[in-house]
């Protein structure tokens, strides 16, 4: 039930503002707004409001929403009110209407985001523990303690602004450096070259470069699966060794792992105070032409390590205001970055994902308190305005398309060419969202 409402409220919140955003537009352009509708189908409460007697309403289908504006090409306008028909706008207004939809989603993150470091946000130092031997990061020259201090001459704020601003780097196939300050006291600079190397882009990236945060643990994270499931671990032990040999924290762990590939270990574990002794065979996969072990587990949080390492990240209004900006820009410049690099095979399309995956996030957010709801909120915000920015018929980019191409030629889209977008927009989102279904699926139920 958690799961649910938590879902229902991001959705009612993020659609609320996307057509909020068309409808203060529209009305500021002088165009008839009809109504104002929460869901799609029959309405289940229904209000009119204003001069115009607009309808605002709620529908039973709870899954978005619309705007409906005065408009020649929907339906007979009386001669008195046809200069406010939408259609009969000039092109640069109706260009503003179907832009101020995405716009006001990307101003709800960049106000969440500006609260939250106004009042002080939870996260961690910059700081790494171990660095995987054999990968990126050692090569670089990293070591275990480095604090991240800047990168390419920005500041360093947290460990979600390093990992987030790394990930740009990565789909950019930039070249980074970073300024550290070693467990030594002293400062050094270490590069990363992603012009020189093709990663494959998904959520394991930092982990594959080898760099594993201090506040990372041993301690088993939610659902086990694999090789991990059929040895009996389980979500919250604490891994003491394996075969004998102590592992102080998550990197020496996923290092050990990676080399035991199809080779039995035995694992001491820690579970509500006893020791337990399981045995397991890592799976063997193939990654960047090498063969490593999963065992199928991620790590959970370690209370002593997560205390040692948090912080409190809180700005002043312009400096978070700042920071705000930047951080919805990246987000929406990596959500736009991946959906062109699915279409080379650079990410996975397994990284789409539907409703299905909205709502696990969202109740998992929301069970954990405000904040992490709040910043969900936020992160999907960001992802509603870029997918409606994208330039297919029937979203807000398809139409905006449509506008620059009649601000180019003079008149016009025909109504021929408007049908053809029109079938070629339904495909492309049916292959989306039975894509995303997809994946769903996978993520809920076969993996459960």
Known sequence: MLTLFAFLGLISVLVTIHEFGHYWVARRCGVKVLRFALGFGKPIWLRRFGQDQTEFAICILPLGGYVRMLDEREAPVEPHEVHRAFNRRPVWMRMLVVLAGPFANFLLAILIYSGMLLVGMADFQPRLGSVLPSTPAAQAGFQGGDRILTMNGTDILSWEDFRLRLFGAALGDERVELEVLTTGGTHATRVLDFSARQE?????????????????????????KGAALKAGLKEGDRI????????????????????????????????????????????????????????????????????????????????????????????????????????????????????????????????????????TIAFVSIGLGVLNLLPVPMLDGGHFMYYVAELIKGSPVSVRAQEIGQYVGVAVLLMLMSIALYNDVQRLFLHA
């Open 240 to 375: 003491l060794s394996i075969n004998g040999l102590p592992v102080a924290d998550g990197g020496v762990l996923i290092d050990r792992i990676q080399h035991a590939a199809g080779q039995l270990i035995t694992l001491e574990v820690r579970r509500q105070g006893q020791v337990l002794t399981l045995q397991a065979t890592p799976d063997t996969v193939q990654e960047n032409g090498q063969r490593i072990g999963k065992l199928g587990v991620s790590l959970g949080w370690d209370a002593e390590a997560t205390r040692k390492q948090a912080m409190v990240l809180q700005l002043g209004p312009w400096q978070a205001l700042q920071h705000a900006m930047v951080r919805t820009r990246i987000t929406a410049s990596l959500s736009l970055q991946m959906l062109g690099k699915m279409l080379t095979g650079r990410v996975g399309v397994e990284n789409l994902g539907g409703p299905g995956s909205v709502a696990k996030v969202s109740g998992e957010a929301a069970a954990i308190g405000w904040v992490p709801y709040l910043l």
């Open 200 to 224: 494959k882009i998904d959520v394991a990236l930092v982990d594959r470069l080898g760099l594993i945060p201090e506040f990372r643990s041993t301690v088993v994270g939610k659902e086990p």
